[in-house]
């Protein structure tokens, strides 16, 4: 079993910067691909940036000049740069195992992900 525990999140003025942090716990050997997602209110949740410890970063073509991710030491990192209002959401960390995602499309669409962390809240205003 996995946990998953975020920290990081905050209120920050647009154009502001914070770097969140996932850490593992459990058994972190098992993963084969860790994922950020964040939701807004009234919004669907949507996926952020991905990483496999065995391959690195699948990071989006819309965000990637200002989210960065990285894994290090069983803790999945997010930096995000130049903040938005539009960025404020809960950011949730999720990981999942071999096999688990097989067939169910791809990363950003949430399927499959085994294990959730309870968010962390990123407030720009």
């Known amino acids: 079993h996995v946990q998953l525990v975020e920290s990081g999140g905050g209120s920050v003025q647009p154009g502001g910067s914070l770097r969140l942090s996932c850490t593992v716990s459990?058994?972190?050997?098992?993963?084969?691909?860790m994922a950020w997602f964040r939701q807004a209110p009234d919004k669907e949740r949507e996926g952020v940036a991905a990483?496999?410890?065995?391959?690195g970063p699948f990071e989006l073509d819309s965000l990637k000049d200002r989210f960065t991710i990285s894994y290090a030491n069983h803790v999945l990192y997010l930096q995000i740069n130049n903040l938005r209002p539009e960025d404020s959401a809960e950011y949730i960390c999720?990981?999942?195992?071999?096999?688990?995602?097989?067939?169910?499309?791809?990363?950003?669409?949430?399927?499959?992900?085994?294990?959730w962390g309870q968010g962390t809240q990123v407030t720009v205003s």
């Open positions: 459990g058994d972190a050997d098992s993963i084969d691909l």
């Open positions: 990483f496999a410890p065995a391959g």
């Open positions: 999720a990981a999942t195992t071999p096999g688990s995602r097989r067939g169910l499309g791809p990363w950003f669409n949430g399927s499959g992900f085994k294990f």
